[in-house]
């Protein structure tokens, strides 16, 4: 080992950084004794509602339930097929399932590694009306689709301009999985203006875990909206069906933000803008540390349309066992994200499409390897990474 050990995230600095603040919010909690809802949920939720650029967001226990709240909340249920992308987290799909819908997939761009719109049109292109809706029925399934939810995958939003003309041609609803992508932006040519995820779609989901771009210190989620009666029904969701105590309307879940959590995540917003900046000059650190290696075709792409967060800075190298292990054999820990597609997942082998349906995904989840990145990241430790990622691809003949 040439070098004191790099971790792939440090989350102990930046929550030493933040000790104190986060034990005055958490002895305001104490005192107040108020840990479900209540002013710290509420002010939460009208901050980050404000920092996505959207009219409502609505706190709930984790990314995942905010995904599936939304899909409810406008209408996706047992029926209905939701078109998604296989290169994501498993929670994307577990989510669109545990509506009662069925998933069908899209294949992702090869650069960008978000759903592909060229992939979406062909597959709705291909898809059969029915009669009485006129709605496209999905391929497998025969099911009236109802949404597309689109990945913002590793920081970088999808392509949600053409995604969103799609949808309109094909009256489907569009629900972003923004979970790794807390601060991202797209350029809305429509006009003219730079736009962050949460603000994209008729609905978008947030994930807290600790380890995003925004974490809190437990699990967490949240769902941003511009519709109120959404919002409204993710907020009925989150709680049982009632929007009167004990006067259930619907039946819904337990799958409120604690109010501790929401106290956590105000402290944390405020540093957002500043994390998203260190992760973005760190990737910039990272590609002309590269381009400079001789190293450039290993970068992560970023579409004109896009301001990344980088949630991941992800490369992309044949052999990429062989370079995670090289790093690792130096004290350079890295990820996989993810090593097997969800359409490859055992626990889908019973109605997934299988091998060789999805071949950039495929491809791509055999050739990508994440380096260590977050805020607190040091130019001498990527300096470090990317000698030990040249040593290896160097001496071999193909990267
Ligand atoms: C983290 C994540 C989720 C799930 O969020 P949880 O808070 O862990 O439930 C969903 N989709 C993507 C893309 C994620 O990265």
């Known amino acids: 080992m040439t070098q004191q050990p790099i971790p792939f995230l440090d989350l102990v600095t930046s929550h030493r950084e933040l000790e104190e603040e986060l034990v005055a919010a958490f002895r305001t909690a104490v005192r107040s004794a108020r840990f479900i809802g209540g002013p710290e949920v509420e002010g939460f939720e009208r901050e980050f509602a404000d920092y996505c650029g959207s009219n409502f967001s609505v706190g709930v226990s984790s990314g995942t339930d905010a995904l599936r709240f939304a899909l409810l909340a406008i209408g996706v249920g047992h029926g209905d097929a939701v078109l998604t992308v296989s290169h994501t987290f498993l929670a994307t799909v577990e989510a669109i399932n545990q509506t009662g819908a069925v998933t069908e997939f899209v294949d992702v761009d090869e650069a960008t590694y978000t759903m592909s719109p060229a992939a979406l049109s062909e597959y709705l292109k291909a898809c059969a009306k029915e009669p009485s809706t006129g709605r496209p029925l999905a391929l497998r399934s025969k099911k009236p689709i109802k949404a597309i939810v689109p990945v913002h995958l590793y920081g970088h939003v999808a392509d949600m301009g053409a995604i969103a003309s799609l949808a309109a041609q094909y009256n489907l609803l569009v629900v972003e999985d923004a979970c790794q992508a807390h601060g991202a932006e797209y350029f809305d040519e429509s006009t003219g ?8 779609a008729k609905a978008a989901a947030f994930s807290f875990y600790p380890g995003k771009n925004l974490g809190a210190c437990g ?58 900046a260190a992760r ?38 044949k052999d990429r066992d062989g370079l995670g292990r090289h790093l690792k054999a130096n004290g350079i820990d890295t990820g996989l994200h993810y090593p097997v597609p969800v359409h490859l997942q055992k626990c889908y082998e019973e109605w997934s499409p299988g091998r060789g349906s999805l071949p950039v995904t495929e491809r791509v989840a055999a050739e990508i390897l994440s380096l260590p990145m977050f805020p607190g990241l040091r130019p001498e430790q990527q300096s470090a990474i990317v000698e030990q990622v040249g040593e290896f691809v160097g001496v071999r003949t193909t990267n």
């Open 193 to 200: 203006d730079w736009r962050r995820a949460g603000s994209l």
């Open 219 to 276: 699990e967490a989620g949240a769902v941003t909206t511009n519709d109120e009666a959404v919002a409204a029904r993710v907020r009925m969701l989150r709680d049982h069906g009632q929007a009167t105590k004990y006067y259930h309307d619907i039946e819904g879940y337990n799958g409120r933000l604690d109010a501790i959590q929401a106290a956590f995540l105000r402290v944390k917003l405020r540093h957002l803008e500043n994390w998203n």
């Open 280 to 317: 973005r000059a760190a990737a910039r650190e990272y590609n002309s540390l590269l381009d400079a290696s001789g190293l450039g075709a290993l970068r992560p792409v970023e579409a004109a349309w896009s301001r990344s967060v980088f949630h991941l800075y992800v490369v992309r190298t």
